[in-house]
C-alpha cells in the first residue's frame, strides 16, 4: 500500500513539476513577443522620423514664390519645398484617414515624384506656433512646427498589452 502511495505522490509532484515547466515556457513567450512587437515599434517610429525629419528640414527650401505652408490642422498638414534636391518644388501631405477602425498616418507627394505610403498608428497631431511659441493656425505666422505620432500594437497573448513608441519633434524650418 505504501508503494502505491509513493507512485501516486511521486506522479502528483511531477505533473505539478511538469505544469510549472509549461507555465515559466508560456510567460517567457508572452513576454519574448512583447520585447519583439516593442523593437518592432522602435524601429518603425526611427525609421518614419527619419523621412518626417527630411521632409521637415526641406520645408519652404528654393520656394520663391507662394505659400510654403499650404494648410495645417491638428491632424494634417501640406507644404512645399525641394526636398529630393532636383530644382523642382514638391508637395508634401501628411494626413490621417481611418480603415476597417484603424487610423493610419499617410504620406503623399506631388512633384518630382508623386506617390506615396501609409502606416498604422495610434495617434498623429501637428501644431504650428508663431515666433513667441503661442500656438496658431494663421499660415502666415507659422515660425516653427510640433509633430507628434504614436504607434501601438496590441500583443495576443495571455494578458492582452499595448506595446507602442511615440515619437515627438519640433521643427523650426529655415526657410519660413
Known amino acids: 500500500m505504501s508503494e502505491l502511495l509513493d507512485t501516486i505522490g511521486s506522479y502528483v509532484i511531477g505533473g505539478v513539476v511538469l505544469l510549472l ?53 491638428s491632424d494634417s498638414i501640406s507644404f512645399n519645398g525641394d526636398v529630393d534636391n532636383d530644382g523642382i518644388i514638391d508637395t508634401i501631405t501628411y494626413s490621417t484617414y ?29 501644431q504650428g506656433y508663431d515666433s513667441s511659441g503661442t500656438a496658431t493656425t494663421q499660415i502666415s505666422n507659422i515660425k516653427s512646427i510640433s509633430f507628434t505620432l504614436v504607434i501601438s500594437e496590441q500583443t495576443y497573448s495571455s494578458s492582452p498589452t499595448q506595446v507602442g513608441a511615440s515619437w515627438v519633434r519640433v521643427f523650426y524650418p529655415k526657410n519660413l
Open 98 to 126: 481611418t480603415q476597417n477602425q484603424t487610423l493610419y498616418l499617410k504620406r503623399s507627394t506631388k512633384g518630382s515624384v508623386t506617390g506615396q505610403w501609409s502606416m498604422p498608428i495610434k495617434s498623429f497631431t501637428v
Open 21 to 73: 515547466i509549461v507555465g515559466f515556457i508560456l510567460y517567457f513567450n508572452d513576454q519574448s513577443q512583447e520585447t519583439k512587437l516593442s523593437q518592432i515599434s522602435q524601429v518603425s517610429i526611427i525609421e518614419v522620423g527619419k523621412i518626417i525629419e527630411n521632409d521637415f528640414n526641406k520645408l519652404g527650401y528654393r520656394v520663391t514664390s507662394g505659400s510654403k505652408i499650404q494648410a495645417i490642422t
